[in-house]
Nanobody, 122 residues
Framework: QVQLVESGGGLVQAGGSLRLSCVASGRTFSSYVMGWFRQAPGKEREFVALINRSGFGISYGDSVKGRFTVSRDNAKNTVGLQMNSLKPEDTAVYYC???????????????WGQGTQVTVAS
């Protein structure tokens, strides 16, 4: 089992940047595929990015390609999400999640953090 805690959310102006971090507990972090998802009020949870166990397999949602970068440090049990050129439509609660499979579907993820709010002002 793994517990996930996100941090780094906040309020930023459009065009600005934020970096989210997710720290995992447990000794098996490197055995999980890690994903980032987001959910805006009244909308379904949306896939943002995922990174495989080694860090060399990465995938992004279409809405964030070219602006967001996902990374992981298995030695520190952390996964990060660098968000640049933020837009008001990026406003959402951002979640990190862990899965045993390389998949962008939220229902494939077994463990979830509590989420961190990102608000982008226009």
């Amino acid at each position: 089992q793994v517990q996930l805690v996100e941090s780094g959310g906040g309020l930023v102006q459009a065009g600005g940047s934020l970096r989210l971090s997710c720290v995992a507990s447990g000794r098996t972090f490197s055995s999980y595929v890690m994903g980032w998802f987001r959910q805006a009020p009244g909308k379904e949870r949306e896939f943002v990015a995922l990174i495989n166990r080694s860090g060399f397999g990465i995938s992004y949602g279409d809405s964030v390609k070219g602006r967001f970068t996902v990374s992981r440090d298995n030695a520190k049990n952390t996964v990060g999400l660098q968000m640049n050129s933020l837009k008001p439509e990026d406003t959402a609660v951002y979640y990190c999640a862990a899965s045993s499979v390389y998949n962008s579907r939220a229902d494939k993820y077994d463990y979830w953090g509590q989420g961190t709010q990102v608000t982008v002002a226009s």
